[in-house]
């Protein structure tokens, strides 16, 4: 599988698989290609050389797969419209949506459901978005830079009550983010992107031989291949 842009090629014929039931960390420098390979699993876009499949079935660029939820860093929220009046909105657009679910994710982060998304915090935003992204009960979460915009704390709690989730549920999660260290213990697998290719792949503990973290595992690796660029 490829995708080659007028540029050139910005994910050059790779062969990847996502295992099920784990916590993905896609890392990479800008421009790597970590954008890219999500827009290929959601259908956004097309690959120019072979082919990917989703659960078996091969994306049709109609839509996302709805075993697959999507949530990128500009959060797919309405400001005018209240969380209850948002979460209406899902139950209309997906047919696997489990309200419960979704009332149960607001409720524990204590958002209340009367309020404009416009008027929430960015943290806030973020849990009423996981709702969305959780609440159509998917096998697969892609998260493409989800909480760049949110301050330390936030950001760290956000993360903590989505990996509780997904392995509660079972989901297997794609995680792309440029801050290593946030990874750290809450990312069981490793896939490591330069320049189109796939540099590294597997599980963190059998890659970091001698405990080494997901983090230095990463940034050494992306050290030698430019390193080796500049030789």
């Not at 259908?43 to 709805?66: I, N, Q, S």
């Not at 204590?110 to 929430?120: E, H, R, S, W, Y």
């Not at 509660?168 to 983010?177: F, K, P």
Request: include cysteine; proline fraction near 6%.
């Amino acid at each position: 599988m490829g995708k080659k842009y007028r540029r050139g090629w910005a994910l050059r014929e790779t062969s990847l698989v996502i295992p099920a039931n784990r916590v993905v960390a896609l890392v990479g420098p800008n421009g790597a290609g970590k954008s890219t390979l999500m827009g290929l699993i959601t259908g956004l876009l097309r690959p120019t050389t072979g082919d990917l499949t989703v659960f078996g079935d091969r994306p049709t660029g109609k839509g996302l797969h709805p075993a697959v939820s999507y949530l990128a860093q500009q959060k797919p929220l309405y400001p005018q419209l209240t969380v209850a009046e948002t979460l209406t909105y899902g139950a209309r657009t997906n047919p696997t949506w489990d309200q419960g679910y979704a009332e149960h994710l607001i409720g524990q982060a204590a958002v209340p459901v009367n309020a404009k998304i416009g008027t929430l915090s960015g943290g806030q935003r973020t849990r009423v978005a996981l709702a969305l992204a959780l609440g159509k009960r998917p096998r697969l979460l892609l998260l493409d830079e989800p909480l760049a915009d949110l301050d330390p704390l936030a950001r760290e709690t956000v993360l903590r009550a989505l990996i509780t989730e997904a392995r509660a549920q079972g989901i297997t999660v794609l995680l792309s983010s440029h801050v290593l260290a946030e990874l750290e213990g809450v990312c069981d697998h490793l896939v490591l992107l330069h320049k189109g290719r796939i540099l590294l792949a597997g599980d963190v503990d059998r890659l970091g031989s001698g405990g080494v973290p997901l983090g230095q595992l990463a940034l050494d690796h992306m050290r030698a291949a430019a390193q080796g660029e500049a030789a």
